[in-house]
């Protein structure tokens, strides 16, 4: 994971990298539609921080907002009771543009990689109107067994809701 | 506390181990030591999710928490009126093991790379004692001027606050 | 305000107290359509505490969501800039039903009493498709100057769409 | 901080001072010696909000994080596998002053009331070296069966540590 934002030390917010997300040689655009799900988000009056926009900690939260409601909604995923149960290993946001109360978020979600027990979403929020990401970002799921929390196989209706979010590119 | 995902069977991601963070060749280890600055931070009730441990945003809040009580602690940094503001333009963590309120939590932590305008801290989040990190992280801020919000130079107090928690390494 | 929950000792989610609020020898009733103004809200996965359900202090977080909203996009305040702002001085909430993501609550509000600097403003909370409150609360704003916190005359957009959402009754 | 709400012109709302709680004709201070229990809690970067200072839902997180720290270090409650769990049915706050990361505060905590299945704490928040409370209120905890949801007798080990803090008083 080549993880060093070294090209952000003088240019912070530099959209070249805000847009695309270089993977594995391949690159995957950053726009709305290359997120095959998309859901609002509402902001609230709590987000924002001493400096008027919402805080970076409340980017991951709109993240497992997304993530958890499509697992519950197209996946069955029980939160509450369900033996299988999806804990964050990893995860990374890029800040490319302000967001902030009241605004209404668009977060687009897709699948990067899935594996055996773990997946690998990729996030993008946008302001409305815009078409550049405001935040892009990544988060792995490894889901384990509720009881013991070792790795599991994803079970099927899972694996059929995360498969239908893969979005696989051929070359950049 | 076996549970770690970290350790699951297929490691499907490239990574290191969570006691290492690679940089430009060298390695760094994340043990307490490591971090020239460490600070309690204490969990509250409304951290822990339905899973029962501190929700994966919320060390988000901590590594912001720690960076920014060094940077008006040491820095002279002023949240509310001063000409200059660090904001976020990237963040990372990786989740080793599981914490949760009611635990007290040791937060390390160093930087990694001092620009111009920004800087990008390293943090490692411990339970006590531990010589392992529940959790690994980076976070890059940039400085920018309040009303512009354009990237500015690190003023002078904060720059030597910053300095002094510069880790250089020589090799891995 | 008679704020002793004595009857709630042992019924406590009493649904008697949860449907009226007493307020000067009036009653009025909780249901949603004693709301003039509604507005869906969004639970996120971070509301839910370890017992499964939106946690006790985020349903205050929904109450100045939907107040601010109705300041900003009706009345005009200006949060980031204005010479007015409102300042929470007080707040209640009396829980009847337990909340939780991923449901969409729908947010009820009123203003039960509208001073020279000041405002009391009355709300509910709605799981989808039930009448009866699974929240109720009350929640007072005080108008201050931005620059030295002193009460000052609510301006006269801010009057105006506050007025729009007093509801008055005449006896119980 | 002169600029307290409570003292404003006005008076619009029947209350007693921030320093005092009635309660069945009887006053007890709200000063630090009046709370039994006291706890530092510290402040987060996240807490503070657009106005500077921090959000009046997290007083509330301040409430259940010294409430839940007494009862499952001092009553051996464990939230996590517990028969008995305590559920929030109501909560207040009055908010007399100001609080901001990156302050220390000390939280006072006493039982105003100890039923068969609910309890009744009085809270004071404090700033350091202050002996008026920033912030007064109060929380009924039910303690319920966790399956079945319905109030339970307050087992024997979480009945004692709440008796230990309740204060009583015989006039005011």
């Known amino acids: 994971m080549p993880d060093l934002p070294g090209t952000c030390a003088e240019r912070p917010f530099a959209r070249t990298t805000a ?6 040689g391949t690159k ?10 998309r859901l609002e988000l509402q ?6 921080d001493v400096y008027g926009h919402v805080n970076n900690a409340h980017y991951y939260v709109f993240f497992d907002t997304v993530i958890n409601r499509w697992l519950i909604e ?8 369900g ?19 009241p605004q209404t978020i668009e977060a687009g979600l897709r699948v990067g990689r899935l ?3 773990s997946v690998r979403y ?13 935040a892009t970002g990544w988060f792995v799921h490894v889901f384990v067994n509720r009881a013991s929390r070792r790795p599991t196989q994803i079970p099927e209706p899972l694996r059929a809701a995360l498969e239908r979010l893969v979005t696989t590119t051929e070359s950049g």
């Open 19 to 24: 847009q695309t997300a270089t993977r594995r």
């Open 43 to 48: 902001t609230r009056w709590a987000d924002n």
């Open 122 to 134: 990729e996030l993008g929020l946008f302001a409305e109107r815009t078409e550049e990401p405001a």
């Open 74 to 81: 197209q996946g069955g995923l029980d939160i509450h009771g």
């Open 83 to 101: 033996s299988v149960i999806g804990v964050c290993a990893e995860s990374h946001c890029r800040y490319a543009a302000p967001l902030g109360f």
């Open 28 to 37: 995957l655009a950053a726009v709305r539609d290359a997120y095959p799900h």
């Open 115 to 117: 594996g055996r027990s």
